[in-house]
C-alpha cells in the first residue's frame, strides 16, 4: 500500500458528459501527478500539480483539467467525454518535482459509453 | 521514435530462471529511472529506481543503468510465479523532471 487514495473506483459515463475523479496524497507528499493508462499501454503523463499550482502537463486537450488543495489532495476533471477517454486514471504522488520516485493509487477505471 | 521502449514479450520463463526485462530510452539528458510492476487489473507499484550508471541490487532484483548505450534493464533472480505481471519501464527526463515517461510495458509469466 502506498498511502495514495482515489475515488471512485469505477465510474460508467457516457459520451458528452462530465467526470471528477479524486485522489489523496501520501503523507508528506506536496506533489500529485495524474496519468491516464489505456489497455496494453504504459501510463501517459496528464499533467502534475505541485503547490497548488499545475508544474508541467502532457499532450491533453484543455477538457482535461485539475486542481490542488491546501492538504495537498487533487481533483481531475474531464468535460465533454469521448469514447477514447474510457481508461484506467493513475494518481502518483511525489515529495517534490525533482524527477525522484513517484507512488501510484489503487486507479479509476473509467468507461464512457 | 518513442520516448521509451521496452522488448516487446511476452516473456516466459520456468520458476527459478533469472528473466531479463530491456529497456531503451531516446533522450540522453534523462536522469532517473525507473521499473513498476503491475498486476493485471491493478496500478503500477514502484520496485527499482536508479539514478547512476552500473547495478543496483534489491533481493532478487536488480537494475543496471547504462547511460551511454541510453539502456536500463531488470533481472530477477529465482523467478516465482507470483512475479508474473507486466513490467514496466519508466525515465525521467531533464528538462521536464516531474514527468515520467513509460514504455508499453512487458509481460512476464513464470510458469512452474
Known amino acids: 500500500e502506498t498511502g495514495v487514495t482515489q475515488s471512485p473506483t469505477h465510474l460508467i459515463k457516457t459520451r458528452g458528459q462530465q467526470v471528477t475523479l479524486r485522489c489523496s496524497s501520501q503523507s508528506g507528499h506536496n506533489t500529485v501527478s495524474w496519468y491516464q493508462q489505456a489497455l496494453g499501454q504504459g501510463p501517459q503523463f496528464i499533467f502534475q500539480y505541485y503547490r497548488e499550482e499545475e508544474n508541467g502537463r502532457g499532450n491533453f486537450p484543455p477538457r482535461f483539467s485539475g486542481l490542488q488543495f491546501p492538504n495537498y489532495s487533487s481533483e481531475l476533471n474531464v468535460n465533454a467525454l469521448e469514447l477514447d477517454d474510457s481508461a484506467l486514471y493513475l494518481c502518483?504522488?511525489?515529495?517534490?518535482?525533482?524527477?525522484?520516485?513517484?507512488?501510484f493509487g489503487p486507479g479509476t477505471r473509467l468507461t464512457v459509453l | 521514435q518513442k520516448e521509451v521502449e521496452q522488448n516487446s514479450g511476452p516473456l516466459s520463463v520456468p520458476e527459478g530462471a533469472i528473466a531479463s526485462l530491456n529497456c531503451t530510452y531516446s533522450?540522453?539528458?534523462?536522469?532517473?529511472f525507473f521499473w513498476y510492476r503491475q498486476y493485471s487489473g491493478k496500478s503500477p507499484e514502484l520496485i527499482m529506481s536508479?539514478?547512476?550508471?552500473g547495478d543496483k541490487e534489491d533481493g532478487r532484483f536488480t537494475a543496471q543503468l547504462n547511460k551511454a548505450s541510453q539502456y536500463v534493464s531488470l533481472l530477477i533472480r529465482d523467478s516465482q510465479p507470483s512475479d508474473s505481471a507486466t513490467y514496466l519501464c519508466a525515465v525521467s527526463r531533464g528538462s521536464t523532471l516531474g514527468r515520467l515517461y513509460f514504455g508499453r510495458g512487458t509481460q512476464l509469466t513464470v510458469w512452474p
Open positions: 502518483a504522488s511525489s515529495p517534490g518535482t525533482s524527477g525522484g520516485e513517484q507512488f
Open positions: 536508479i539514478y547512476s550508471n
Open positions: 533522450d540522453r539528458g534523462s536522469q532517473s
